[in-house]
């Protein structure tokens, strides 16, 4: 049995994505930058590969990769798990402020730039 090509994972994919509704609440964030928001806000990316040709999903602002979450409430889950282990009390409130947000790339001291943003612009 030959291995699958990169064009056989990518039609796989496509074809197994569950479709955008109004009741899907995934979360997608920035591998490289400081955006997040649902999966209705995502940029799309043409590609075409050998054997498939679609959209990527990216960042609305830079185009740059996402990640996923499967819902808001894992989401929130996990931030409050980082608040928590972290000991960082504002971090929900930073989150839920810098949603859907024009981004920041990460290498390039984005989070840092938002934290100062947000302490500037939403703490009293
Ligand atoms: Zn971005």
Do not use: Q
């Not at 806000?41 to 609305?60: I, Q, S, T, W």
């Not at 984005?110 to 500037?120: H, K, L, S, V």
């Amino acid at each position: 049995m030959t291995e699958p090509t990169l064009g056989d994972l990518l039609e796989e994919m496509l074809r197994t994505r569950p479709p955008t509704s109004a009741s899907d609440d995934r979360i997608v964030y920035g591998a490289v930058c400081t955006w997040w928001g649902g999966i209705a806000d995502v940029g799309l990316k043409p590609f075409a590969g050998e054997a498939v040709k679609g959209n990527l999903p990216v960042c609305p602002h830079c185009g740059g990769p996402l990640f996923e979450m499967p819902s808001l409430g894992e989401w929130e889950e996990a931030v409050r798990r980082h608040a928590e282990r972290s000991g960082d009390r504002d971090y929900p409130a930073f989150v839920a402020w810098l949603r859907g947000r024009p981004c920041l790339s990460l290498g390039r001291g984005g989070y840092d730039e938002m934290r100062r943003r947000f302490d500037a612009e939403a703490r009293p």
